[in-house]
């Protein structure tokens, strides 16, 4: 069985993904849940929150034990896995990203939202940047949106509920990676076609640009997690699978 790093992303925490914690477990996999600086109930100040400082704490999660971990990022938990594999790829068996952004060197969650195939991004058209050090926040309607459309009314609330300010170091900084070691790490997608956060055009072309092994499209929200939990569950059990010797 596998051992799974689940990294969250923006305005969220470890709480994020923790609905695929015990039907993994149930499975027969670990699973590793765990808040980025500056989401959930970490207390990192914002201005020491960077895209270095999210792929170290993965790192410390990854190195905490001795076997390589199945690292599965969700939106901009991407670009952190991306960062922290190309640090550590001893201890990647593979990354999964979900509906999330796959940066190339030099390249920032940001330069991404702005190609063409982002255009239809809800969350860059609403988001609201300010203060100093900047923080950025989503007002609840348009969180309702541009995340959780899919979701029923009961997790959708209680999910903006628990959202919280969001450190933007990790949306600016660019990655500093060897894409050419990163594309020998076996690599998944689960690409949501409802999704109003990260477009599925953008998904497609981030797919094109860095093949995947498998890419698993779900008919849900930029939400799955919540949304569609138990086809998410069946997806990473699949991507499992493919790693296992014949």
Known sequence: MARFVLVHGAFG????????????????????????????????????????????RVSEVLASRPEPAILVG??????????????????????????????????????????PEGAEDMIQANIVIEGEPPVATLPDEAALQAIYNCCTTENATVCVARQRPQPVGPFADPVSVDDALLASIPRFYVLTMQDHSI????????????????????????????????????????????????
């Open 13 to 56: 925490g470890a709480w994020s993904l923790e609905p695929l914690r015990k039907p993994l477990e149930a499975a027969g996999h670990t699973v590793e849940t765990f808040d980025l600086p500056g989401g959930g109930d970490d207390e990192t100040p914002p201005g020491d929150v960077t895209l270095a400082s999210c792929a170290e």
């Open 74 to 115: 969700y939106s901009m938990g991407g670009a952190v896995v991306t960062q922290a594999a190309s640090n550590q790829p001893e201890h990647v068996a593979a990354l999964v990203f979900v509906t999330a952004f796959m940066p190339s060197n030099g390249q920032s969650l940001l330069d991404l939202t702005q190609l």
């Open 199 to 246: 477009p599925p055009a953008l998904q497609r072309r981030m797919i094109a640009e860095h093949p995947c092994r498998n890419v698993v499209e779900l008919d849900t929200d930029h939400a799955p997690a919540y949304s569609a939990t138990a086809d998410l569950v069946a997806a990473l059990s699949e991507f499992a699978g493919e790693l296992q010797p014949a």
